[in-house]
């Protein structure tokens, strides 16, 4: 079994060589950039895997994952990240990568991933797949309280103080006062740009 291990962090792909080394079955060959791995691949003699970096130098993203499959009459390539996102994962099998591995697999888990997609089977860990993924809260959203957020939304359906009062059981003085702080930190004059600029960011 021939697996090629294209890294630019030498400490982790000395880390993956060594693990997988250990194995009586395996051959290895290395690679710092995407540029050095089709080399290897056009080079070397057929290998059963490729292991490329997601953020290697000279990636392009599933792109490159796509030119690599694609090279001497297509042998198997898997992804390998730290940084990737399920999406990204997801999109790479769908491409018809061997597999998607995240850097923070164990050791053990690794070596047993490599021998399974090598083996002509797709790979994904299920926990990072499954993995409910962060949401991210916009920038703009950040700098609001979540009343100001509320007020903000009553504001963008175009009601008037009374509602938005009445909707969020306030009276409507203090509904002025949470409209004052918002124009300011949305840098706004107005209800109508206030309403714009929310729109705008894709708020609601």
Same mark, same amino acid.
């Given at each position: 079994?021939?697996?090629?291990?294209?890294?630019?962090?030498?400490?982790?792909?000395?880390?993956?060589?060594?693990?997988?080394?250990?194995?009586?079955?395996?051959?290895?060959?290395?690679?710092?950039?995407?540029?050095?791995?089709?080399?290897?691949?056009?080079?070397?003699?057929?290998?059963?895997?490729?292991?490329?970096?997601?953020?290697?130098?000279?990636?392009?993203?599933?792109?490159?994952?796509?030119?690599? $499959?694609?090279? +001497?009459?297509?042998?198997?390539?898997?992804? $390998?990240?730290?940084?990737?996102?399920?999406?990204?994962?997801?999109?790479?099998?769908?491409?018809?990568?061997?597999?998607?591995?995240?850097?923070?697999?164990?050791?053990?888990?690794?070596?047993?991933?490599?021998?399974?997609?090598?083996?002509?089977?797709?790979?994904?860990?299920?926990?990072?797949?499954?993995?409910?993924?962060?949401?991210?809260?916009?920038?703009?959203?950040?700098?609001?309280?979540?009343?100001?957020?509320?007020?903000?939304?009553?504001?963008?359906?175009?009601?008037?103080?009374?509602?938005?009062?009445?909707?969020?059981?306030?009276?409507?003085?203090?509904?002025?006062?949470?409209?004052?702080?918002?124009?300011? +930190?949305?840098?706004?004059?107005?209800?109508?740009?206030?309403?714009?600029?929310?729109?705008?960011?894709?708020?609601?």
């Amino acid at each position: 079994m021939r697996v090629l291990i294209a890294d630019d962090h030498d400490l982790l792909r000395d880390t993956l060589i060594a693990f997988l080394g250990a194995e009586d079955d395996i051959e290895l060959g290395s690679a710092a950039s995407f540029d050095e791995a089709c080399e290897r691949i056009r080079e070397d003699e057929a290998y059963n895997l490729v292991l490329l970096d997601y953020k290697m130098p000279g990636m392009n993203g599933l792109d490159s994952l796509t030119e690599a $499959i694609g090279m +001497k009459g297509g042998q198997r390539v898997a992804l $390998i990240s730290g940084q990737a996102t399920r999406e990204v994962a997801e999109q790479a099998l769908s491409l018809g990568a061997a597999g998607f591995i995240p850097k923070t697999l164990p050791a053990k888990s690794l070596v047993n991933a490599v021998k399974f997609m090598a083996m002509g089977e797709q790979y994904a860990p299920i926990g990072f797949m499954t993995a409910p993924e962060e949401t991210r809260t916009h920038p703009m959203a950040e700098r609001l309280t979540k009343r100001e957020m509320e007020v903000l939304a009553g504001l963008t359906e175009g009601k008037s103080n009374k509602e938005i009062a009445r909707d969020l059981d306030l009276t409507e003085p203090t509904i002025k006062l949470h409209m004052k702080t918002l124009y300011r +930190k949305l840098e706004v004059n107005n209800r109508t740009q206030a309403a714009i600029v929310a729109r705008d960011a894709g708020l609601f």
